[in-house]
């Protein structure tokens, strides 16, 4: 169920070094249940994989500002180490997943190229501040603070979840982690927001706070729970159930949020936004939408129609 609410060429930008470590944890994600700063090395091999392409929307493509049109490609920013939605394909070091291709796809509906660029997540926003990048498809949850200097392009619903070893040893749940070690992603939802709350609730109720340890991303954080580092990861429902399908050492508990429609980030008054507004809602309308997400097996975190969020 759904949650209402000649193809350009892509290129990635990543450093060997870059590639080595990401790569690695996604290698880790695979086998044992497991972002680093944007180089100006790159490679324009696109990844041996098939996806959706879509066909440029005339009237949506009218709605590109002139200076971009002329440039022709799209600056995207977008986060590594969060496999199913942004990591290194292991044979071709290409950033894939759910995040990119959907980028392009807006590119293809549009008439533009777009230029892939695998980020930190805390670096996206400064990034785009700083005119480095046009657009960022790295699950960002709508927030107030978020809305003072971005606006959004609603893409696909996300939750925060729990997850644990296999078996849950300690009896964790969203209500029982007073005192335990969490592991979230250095600029995340859940270490501004999900993980503080409920460590400041368990200290106003007179128990331990909870021991909040920071990551690069979230893959190197089930890798540290994995090695028995730290107690529970707090993450993206579609990224936690992807780790737990490639790795029975992980569970998946309960959601830690109840959730919300994720955006589409631009600079705040982008002359962008509505022409990636209309091209999402193209690729909803042709069910390019559904077959990528159905791709990555996240179906059911689909939205009917995409809104401008600012």
Do not use: W
């Not at 929307?57 to 009218?62: G, K, R, V």
């Not at 533009?112 to 005119?131: F, K, R, T």
């Not at 964790?172 to 609730?201: H, K, R, W, Y």
């Not at 791709?295 to 059911?300: F, K, N, P």
């Amino acid at each position: 169920m759904r949650h209402t609410t000649e193809r350009p060429k892509v290129k990635s930008q990543l450093s060997s070094l870059q590639l080595f470590v990401a790569t690695g944890a996604i290698s880790l994600t695979v086998l044992t249940g497991c972002s680093a700063a944007e180089s100006p090395a790159e490679s324009s091999a696109e990844p041996e994989r098939d996806r959706a392409v879509a066909q440029v929307n005339e009237t949506a493509a009218a709605l590109v500002p002139q200076d971009i049109a002329d440039a022709g490609t799209l600056q995207m920013a977008t986060t590594i180490g969060m496999a199913p939605l942004g990591y290194p394909d292991q044979q071709s070091g290409e950033l894939v997943g759910f995040n990119v291709d959907i980028m392009n796809q807006v590119g293809e509906v549009l008439g533009l190229d777009v230029e892939v660029h695998g980020v930190s997540l805390d670096q996206i926003i400064p990034g785009m501040q700083a005119g480095r990048y046009d657009l960022t498809a790295s699950n960002m949850a709508i927030t107030d603070a978020r809305q003072e200097v971005l606006d959004f392009v609603e893409y696909y619903f996300g939750a925060s979840s729990l997850a644990f070893p296999t078996g849950n040893p300690k009896g964790l749940s969203p209500d029982n982690l007073c005192g335990s070690s969490v592991g979230v992603s250095i600029g995340s939802f859940q270490q501004t927001e999900v993980m503080p709350g409920l460590s400041e609730a368990c200290e106003e109720a007179g128990s331990d706070a909870i021991d909040i340890q920071e990551f690069p991303d979230q893959q190197k954080a089930i890798l540290a729970m994995n090695s028995g580092r730290i107690d529970a990861v707090a993450a993206d429902s579609a990224i936690l159930h992807y780790a737990a399908g490639q790795n029975d050492q992980v569970e998946v508990g309960e959601n830690l949020t109840a959730g919300s429609v994720l955006g589409i980030g631009l600079p705040e008054g982008s002359p962008m936004v509505e022409a990636v507004h209309a091209a999402m809602n193209d690729l909803i309308e042709t069910g390019i939408y559904q077959e990528t997400l159905e791709s990555y097996g996240i179906v059911d975190l689909g939205i009917e129609q995409s809104e401008i969020k600012k």
